[in-house]
């Protein structure tokens, strides 16, 4: 029978890991400091498993790492030139799909998506960039919504839910058109939003941004202005 106590064995690249029972393939390897990229997933959120940027080679097949639980034996890839190629696609297409202009944003340094960019090396999208139309709503005195940098991840409907108990975010639409919408007939101010609310900081990009804070940190003394995305796990000690 499982508990909490047995360790289920598992390689990573090679590299034997104990997990727990119940771990993610994304949880035991960062138990173990082994960083694998991700967007959609956040820790104490439900995992939504829609970005793909987790994906690794559990026993020879393609799986999101933040949903796919562990088992005995199994093997996973994580660092291949296959799947830093497929990583590199999924990032590069959320750049030509939204309008992210990191120069002239204010979480510069410190948005994930940026720093992903960073860390695979992508200094300009090989896709055509699409240039969408999107709406800002600038209208909570508060909370800036730039749904230009939204990259449509779920966080911040997730953390509204789940860890501010409110249901201020959801989504609208389908495809191209799909887009974040608010719980009120017109804007952002006419919800129960609150700008420490765990639904603004989740967002990994500059799409909901706390008014009059962008640059009390200035460029070059950001979160990853020195260190690359990943690098704190990688750098952290092993969990028993
Ligand atoms: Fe796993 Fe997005 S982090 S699918």
New binding site residues.
């Given amino acids: 029978m499982n508990n909490n106590n047995q360790k289920i064995s598992l390689t990573i690249d090679g590299v034997e890991v104990q997990g727990k029972p119940g771990q993610t393939i994304l949880e035991a390897a960062e138990a173990a400091a082994v960083y694998i990229p991700?967007?959609?997933?956040m820790k104490n959120l439900t995992a939504a498993?829609?970005?793909?940027?987790?994906s690794v080679r559990a026993n020879g097949r393609v799986q999101?790492?933040?949903?796919q639980p562990i088992g005995p034996g199994m093997v996973v890839e994580n660092d291949t030139e296959e799947l830093r190629e497929l990583r590199r696609n999924l990032i590069d297409m959320l750049f030509v799909e939204g309008n992210h202009f990191c120069m002239f944003c204010e979480k510069s340094g410190e948005c994930e998506l940026q720093a992903l960019a960073y860390r695979f090396g992508i200094t300009a999208p090989k896709y055509p960039f699409m240039f969408p139309q999107r709406d800002l709503d600038a209208s909570h005195p508060e909370i800036l919504v730039d749904r230009n940098r939204c990259i449509l991840c779920g966080r911040c409907v997730r953390a509204s839910q789940e860890l501010d108990g409110k249901h201020v975010f959801g989504f609208v639409g389908r495809g191209t058109t799909k887009r974040l919408a608010v719980n009120a007939p017109d804007n952002l101010a006419q919800t129960d939003a609150e700008a420490d609310d765990q639904a603004v900081a989740a967002c990994p990009t500059g799409s909901l941004l706390v008014k009059r804070v962008g640059y009390a940190v200035p460029v070059g003394q950001r979160k990853f202005d020195h260190s690359p995305i990943g690098s704190e796990i990688e750098n952290s000690d092993v969990q028993d």
């Fill in positions: 991700r967007l959609c997933w498993g829609s970005c793909r940027v987790c999101s790492a933040c949903t």
